[in-house]
């Protein structure tokens, strides 16, 4: 949910091996088989290169005809997801709230919202995932809670109430005793006006980072860390696979109050948000050191739950929007103090245009500046316009995403995609205010039309409704009209559909050795129209890639030192022609090949 007004945003692992006693070791007590220690390499490692796919529950599958996704239309849809390839889903929150943010304004940590079912219902999809080697992944959100949370109730009611400082308070500037004064500093809310609201009943202001009824909690209060430990152990006892950390970046604030920086254009103007404000640096209010020692807790937390079982099976996500690859590489944490296993790698994300030298860039610096660590992948997510209207020309839209999701799987490291990407969903906005659901539309409308376009309902056939709901249902959002071409029904029946190319690709990512866990190397680096890059791992062939990131038609010579010139194609563009060799890969218009190099 980390939503910023410079940028919108807020797996049976292949590295299994053979396991096997070494020469002279005695024989295995009883419970440490070479079975056992595969099986728990298995557990420990089941993240890495991982396929993991985001599905916004409201949005997914309705089984009860009310119009809203929930847990139970999730469990129907699992097996779609096993064919896909995915090894876990997670899940955007599904706690009870009172949906001002959608999830995001939590009012009870330990149970389920209504609207998507039970826990009941939860363990039941838990164990339905589980027997199709599926883990379900929860969103933690600990930097607010909604403003109807107990603990806030509590919080607001006096100035002494023991859960005071469980949220940050402040007087204002200039208050009197018949006047609030002025705000603390110049935060802002990253859905547009101040972050601090006036509390009439305490004579306070309240910090919210995010929306006014998301209230931010005081990290700097360990009943804060306890009761987060607390209720990870809860989900995880419930068997949950790991947990997606929201707008963890966010979590601390300058003591000071200093105000922020207003960042300004190249003639020292100051450069104007979506609401039309000043657009602040963040450098009070993001990416604060104290982050480190909460994620580090977090991680010893997980660790412990799981230490009479399988030591690191729990995988922690991080949200992390971060300004460049030094301060992502921070975010996996010290030697001997790990944080994140996959810290999200925004700095590929959301490029945003087709530029080759960039891509090449953000890819060498996953592979070189990540001291070894796994990057994790992805190029869209329920914050964001989807693929089609950051990349897309409006023509190539089909062709654009095989590009970017070769990007996304033939590439090192862990996959993250959000429902819909494999048929190739598009962003369908609102188009009159009276129909925003997202508090970010309404309060930013027309400059800002809010997040409803990347979460209208999933597509499944061409009936009304898409499949998603009951004909005659009225849906939470709208079902785009282009469900009617747009859908896995009908892609699921043309190979050369995109959805065909994504099972192809996971596929790959799972079965090819270099895919699963060989490295990048850049390959044709002058080259400013086609990106390509070789996989390589000891013992199996060499693996190259290459993405013409044009309309034009392009050709590409590359060479590897020791490697035959003969190719033999894994993947490549629907109709397209096989390479003779290495010297000469014909591209079309926007086109992908994938080939393996023989000797």
């Given at each position: 949910m980390h939503w910023t007004?410079?940028?919108a945003g807020c797996v049976t692992t292949l590295l299994l091996g053979a396991v096997t006693l070494s020469a002279g070791a005695q024989s295995a007590p009883a419970g440490h088989t070479p079975q056992a220690a595969a099986q728990q390499n298995r557990e420990e490692n089941w993240w890495k290169n991982a396929v993991i796919y985001e599905i916004y529950p409201r949005s997914f599958q309705d089984s009860n005809g009310d119009g809203i996704?929930?847990?139970n239309g999730i469990t129907q849809r699992l097996d779609y997801l096993q064919k896909l390839g995915v090894d876990a889903i997670w899940l955007t929150p599904i706690y009870p709230s009172p949906q001002v943010d959608f999830g995001y304004d939590i009012s009870d940590y330990e149970n389920i919202d209504p609207q998507y079912g039970t826990l009941a219902d939860f363990d039941r999809l838990v164990a339905e995932a589980g027997k199709r080697h599926i883990r379900v992944l929860m969103d933690m959100v600990m930097n607010h809670t909604s403003d109807k949370h107990k603990w806030f109730l509590e919080s607001k009611s006096s100035r002494t109430n023991p859960y005071r400082d469980w949220y940050v308070w402040?007087?204002?500037k200039g208050e009197t005793a018949t006047s609030k004064g002025e705000p603390p500093n110049n935060w802002q809310s990253g859905f547009g006006g101040s972050a601090w609201q006036w509390d009439p009943t305490t004579r306070q202001y309240y910090y919210h980072k995010f929306y006014i009824q998301q209230p931010d909690l005081n990290w700097d209060n360990p009943k804060v860390h306890e009761a987060f430990r607390d209720i990870m152990a809860f989900w995880m006892k419930r068997g949950v696979g790991g947990f997606r950390f929201d707008a963890i970046t966010t979590l601390f604030e300058d003591p000071s109050l200093a105000d922020e920086g207003v960042v300004k254009d190249a003639n020292g103007e100051p450069i104007l948000d979506a609401f039309g404000e000043p657009e602040l640096d963040n450098s009070k209010t993001d990416n604060l050191p104290g982050v480190h020692a909460v994620m580090q807790e977090m991680h010893a937390e997980a660790q412990r739950f799981d230490s009479d079982k399988f030591p690191g099976s729990r995988v922690l996500i991080g949200e992390t929007y971060l300004p460049n690859i030094a301060e992502l590489a921070k975010q996996y944490g010290p030697p001997g103090k790990p944080e994140f296993e996959l810290p999200m790698d925004t700095q590929l994300a959301f490029i945003n245009k087709l530029d080759v030298a960039v891509f090449r860039a953000k890819l060498t610096d996953a592979e070189e500046h990540l001291d070894g660590h796994l990057p994790l992948l992805l190029f869209d997510n329920h914050d964001n316009p989807r693929i089609d209207a950051r990349y897309g020309d409006g023509v190539h839209d089909t062709d654009i995403e095989r590009v970017l999701s070769t990007v996304l799987f033939a590439s090192r490291g862990t996959s993250l995609f959000?429902?819909?990407?494999?048929?190739?969903?598009k962003t369908t906005p609102p188009t009159r205010k009276e129909d925003v659901k997202d508090p970010v539309g309404v309060t930013g409308w027309p400059k800002e039309k809010g997040r409803?376009?990347?979460r209208t309902p999933m597509q499944w056939n061409a009936m009304p409704n898409a499949?998603?709901?009951?004909?005659?249902?009225?849906?939470?959002?709208?079902v785009p009209p282009n469900a009617a071409t747009i859908n896995v029904k009908a892609e699921e029946a043309d190979p050369a559909s995109l959805l065909a190319w994504y099972r192809g690709l996971i596929q790959l990512k799972k079965t090819n050795p270099a895919f699963a866990h060989g490295s990048n190397t850049m390959l044709d680096t002058?080259?400013?129209?086609?990106?390509?890059?070789?996989?390589?791992?000891?013992?199996s062939p060499t693996v190259v890639v290459s993405l013409n990131f044009t309309a034009e038609p392009q050709t590409?010579?590359?060479s590897i030192p020791g490697a035959g010139g003969k190719l033999t194609t894994l993947l490549k563009t629907p109709g397209a022609a096989d390479p003779a060799s290495l010297s000469t890969i014909q591209l079309g218009s926007f086109g992908v090949y994938v080939g393996e190099v023989g000797k």
């Open positions: 007004k410079t940028i996704g929930d847990l402040r007087d204002g959000y429902y819909g990407d494999e048929i190739g969903m409803d376009g990347e499949g998603f709901s009951a004909a005659g249902v009225k849906t939470w959002l709208p002058d080259n400013t129209k086609v990106l390509s890059w070789m996989r390589q791992v000891a013992g590409v010579s590359l």
